[in-house]
T-cell receptor, first 112, second 116 residues
Framework: GNSVTQMEGPVTLSEEAFLTINCTYT??????LFWYVQYPGEGLQLLLK???ADDKGSNKGFEATYRKETTSFHLEKGSVQVSDSAVYFC???????????WGAGTKLIIKP | DTGVSQDPRHKITKRGQNVTFRCDPI?????LYWYRQTLGQGPEFLTY????????KSRLLSDRFSAERPKGSFSTLEIQRTEQGDSAMYLC??????????????FGSGTRLTVV
């Protein structure tokens, strides 16, 4: 079945450091891939998405590229800020499935 | 449009009581989804509607759970005879879906249920 695997957290970085959060997936067909962010006490917000292979999603300085050959969708940011501290979820939606399949989430802590 | 709204934000109830949550999706969205999220986990799918039709229910959704979307607009999720294991964040999401689109949802802020 479809599944998403994320790197375990928490990930702790200093401000202005480079961020990578790994995400790999297993899916049939051609899924769409997403990164969602959840700030403390809040709901889930769509951060970025990619709907086909080699697409790059980007938003607020975050980027992720849909790599079909490695079944990956790693999240990157060149210079993180304290305000980026949150839990980040990788998810997929297959073309035959209405559901989002979620990773377990990665907590990111940015220290000033 | 103010996005997806959920009410209440927090609910504390005694074990055995019934609770009902409401979700108001984005008005032009035809699909509405309910998910449950426990601490430290990703969301788990519960059920979804296309317009007023409930098209799928997860095996996670026991007989104590029921959801409705009577006019294809807002939705309610009721839990009867609550148990401590029902304590979680209940998330509602919506999107405008057709066969050519497969994009992410817009989530509400969730209703946090605590069963004591």
């Amino acid at each position: 079945g479809n599944s998403v695997t994320q790197m375990e957290g928490p990930v702790t970085l200093s401000e202005e450091a480079f961020l990578t959060i790994n995400c790999t997936y297993t899916a049939t067909g051609y899924p769409s891939l997403f990164w969602y962010v959840q700030y403390p006490g809040e709901g889930l917000q769509l951060l970025l998405k990619a709907t086909k292979a080699d697409d790059k999603g980007s938003n607020k300085g975050f980027e992720a590229t849909y790599r079909k050959e490695t079944t990956s969708f790693h999240l990157e940011k060149g210079s993180v800020q304290v305000s980026d501290s949150a839990v980040y979820f990788c998810a997929l939606s297959s073309d035959s499935n209405y559901q989002l399949i979620w990773g377990a989430g990665t907590k990111l802590i940015i220290k000033p | 449009d103010t996005g997806v709204s959920q009410d209440p934000r927090h609910k504390i109830t005694k074990r055995g009581q019934n609770v009902t949550f409401r979700c108001d999706p984005i008005s032009e969205h035809n699909r509405l989804y309910w998910y449950r999220q426990t601490l430290g986990q990703g969301p788990e799918f519960l059920t979804y509607f296309q317009n007023e039709a409930q098209l799928e229910k997860s095996r996670l959704l026991s007989d104590r759970f029921s959801a409705e979307r009577p006019k294809g607009s807002f939705s309610t999720l009721e839990i009867q005879r609550t148990e401590q294991g029902d304590s979680a964040m209940y998330l509602c999401a919506s999107n405008e879906w057709d066969v050519s689109s497969n994009y992410g949802y817009t989530f509400g802020s969730g209703t946090r249920l605590t069963v004591v």
